[in-house]
């Protein structure tokens, strides 16, 4: 299956069944725009080193779930999930700068403990393509920023690449 660059896994759907696996495995990092946009929700606190700009990780509760699991299992900022929650269970795999192709392939935590996998059709490939190709963006951008190139350039492609695949 496609989504404009955005490569999925053959035959792999996924339909989310707010079992709260993906939010218990492990702390979202998010970037100051979505910080923002969960900010200007009223939500504050949420960070687990707000003073530490290298850490971006979503503080967890007291059982090691996200700050904005409920107890219904549904997201408390669904509307202004960061990318990486809209991208789960799925992970970015590979991306060929040359074609702008950006491949993701199933999570291996998901593909244990998430009830919403399934054969057939992907509820919606559309929202996680963007999340994906969203994610790549302010990978290229950050690079870019640190070596002091254009996002454009082949070596903060080759450079974003590496940081992907190490993901």
Do not use: W
């Not at 709260?20 to 929700?41: F, H, M, T």
């Not at 530490?52 to 107890?71: A, M, V, Y």
């Not at 809209?86 to 992970?91: G, N």
């Not at 399934?118 to 994610?135: D, H, N, S, W």
């Amino acid at each position: 299956m496609q989504y404009e660059n955005v490569i999925f896994p053959d035959s792999v759907g996924f339909q989310c069944k707010n079992c709260g696996v993906c939010c218990r495995d492990e702390p979202s990092d998010i970037n100051l725009k979505e910080q923002q946009r969960i900010e200007a929700k009223g939500f504050a606190n949420f960070l687990e080193a707000p003073n530490d700009p290298s850490n971006r990780n979503i503080r967890r509760k007291k059982d090691g779930s996200c700050f904005f699991l409920t107890e219904e299992n549904t997201c408390k900022i669904h509307d202004v999930k960061p990318s990486i929650c809209i991208l789960d269970p799925f992970i970015i795999t590979d991306y060929d700068n040359k074609t702008n192709r950006i491949f993701v392939d199933l999570n291996p935590l998901a593909i244990i403990n998430c009830k919403g996998i399934c054969k057939g059709e992907m509820i919606v490939p559309e929202e996680i393509g963007k999340a994906a190709q969203t994610i790549v963006r302010e990978f290229l951008e950050i690079v870019a920023k640190k070596t002091g190139l254009p996002v454009t350039d082949k070596k903060v492609a080759s450079l974003t690449r590496k940081l992907l695949l190490r993901l």
